[in-house]
């Protein structure tokens, strides 16, 4: 790959690089029937999504899901869309932009809050895991955010400077992982959050990926 030139990416999974939109909402309307909620369209969820997923399920509910409901939800959440994820695909210029990125002899990684035992499959599955120097999934319990895993990740990561680190991602929680390790962010429109949600966050905001990857040489040059 040659040496890498201090600029580095951290991809976001679900959302940004895997393109998971029906599965997603699917599940969630899953999770919702089991405690008789109405179902909930794909606006619905761009516009009221956040994390800790707990508070997104406030917004809908009212009130705090108690302890034996979100397990109840995240089981079912999780099942539905292991089952449903087979339909989906990457997002469209995916492979051609990071074999780019890595061909100009930069680095990039890969932080999902999937679970890590079945986000490592699912990535060689589609042949792209050789463009990252490291790939991290959630491991320990579901519904946190992402900045405690930011930290560990780009600890485990050598030569890379988070002044000169670049999150992208489809949601406002990759922006404040992003600035709670000191690096920067782009964020998508194509996933979790509308636009209204994500400029909020105070970070550049794209419609394409490919915009992404220009926002982030820009950003981390």
Known sequence: MGKHTGAHIVWDWNGTLFHD??????????AFAELGLEPITIEQYRE????PVPKFYE????????DAEWEVMDE??????????VR???TEGVVDLLAGWRSAGRSQSLLSMYVHDELVPLVRGFGIEAHFVRVDGRTG???GSKAEHMVRHLASLTGVDPARTVVI???ADDALAARHVGAQAVLYTGGSHGRTSLEAAGAPVVDTLAEAVAEAARLAA
Not at 21 to 30: C, D, P, V
Not at 48 to 51: E, K, N, R
Not at 59 to 66: A, C
């Open 21 to 30: 939109n029906e599965a997603i909402i699917g599940a969630t309307n899953a």
């Open 48 to 51: 009221l999504y956040c994390v």
């Open 59 to 66: 917004r809908l509910m009212g009130r705090l899901p108690t």
């Open 76 to 85: 079912v959440f999780h099942r539905y869309y292991a089952e449903h994820r």
């Open 88 to 90: 989906c695909g990457l």
């Open 141 to 143: 319990p579901s519904g």
């Open 169 to 171: 991602g489809d949601a």
